[in-house]
């Protein structure tokens, strides 16, 4: 086994009506369980300093993120050497609660889709109405063929999460969609 890190698809960018960038290693932990349980929020607030996202939503502090994937599984994104730590933490906070914890970090790719017409961009991959979204909201989705996770982050930029196995059919994909010419005006 490589002792090497390497993100899915290292220094891929791509500049059209819209950058897009491959993000870098990313700390990615999936967990499941009954998300209103109040042992849970107390300790995603200690390991993390977030609270817990409401529907669709995600919380920051710091380095760290809550995001919510759906009504029993969060997303904990961290800097990716905190990963492995910050699941045994958890296991051990919430040792005997009903919750599964996995490290997925390098099972995953990122994407960062800039600019003022990201939402033009993956309005032609995406079955989405962008125009609900906002900062701080995530949606799943599909992005042509694959399974994708859409992160507003600001209201310049949205990170796209997929399979790192799909990692450079996501690339190109989303290089095509930003290509120069071929920008649709659905959002103004």
């Not at 993390?48 to 995001?67: D, Q, W, Y």
């Not at 990963?83 to 933490?89: D, G, S, T």
């Not at 990122?110 to 033009?120: D, I, K, L, Q, S």
Request: proline letters at 4%; charged letters at 20%.
């Amino acid at each position: 086994m490589s002792e090497i890190l390497r993100s899915a698809w290292p220094g891929a960018e791509f500049t059209g009506f819209v950058q897009v960038s491959e993000a870098g290693l990313q700390g990615m932990i999936t967990l499941r369980g009954d998300l209103g349980a109040a042992n849970l929020a107390k300790a995603l607030k200690a390991a993390t300093g977030c609270a817990m996202p409401e529907t669709r939503k995600i919380t920051r502090e710091g380095a760290h993120s809550l995001v919510w994937m759906s009504p029993d599984e969060l997303m904990i994104l961290c800097p990716h050497a905190d990963a492995p730590a910050l699941v045994e933490r958890l296991r051990e906070d919430l040792a005997g609660a009903f919750v599964t914890l996995a490290n997925v970090s390098d099972a995953r790719a990122v994407f960062r889709v800039t600019g003022a017409g990201w939402r033009n961009a993956l309005a032609k991959l995406c079955p989405v109405d962008f125009s609900t979204l906002n900062t701080g909201d995530i949606r799943r989705t599909r992005a042509a063929q694959v399974a994708a996770a859409i992160l507003v982050t600001d209201a310049e930029e949205a990170q796209i999460i997929c399979f790192r196995s799909v990692a450079k059919y996501m690339f190109d994909l989303l290089s095509l969609a930003a290509a120069p010419g071929s920008e649709p005006a659905l959002y103004v």
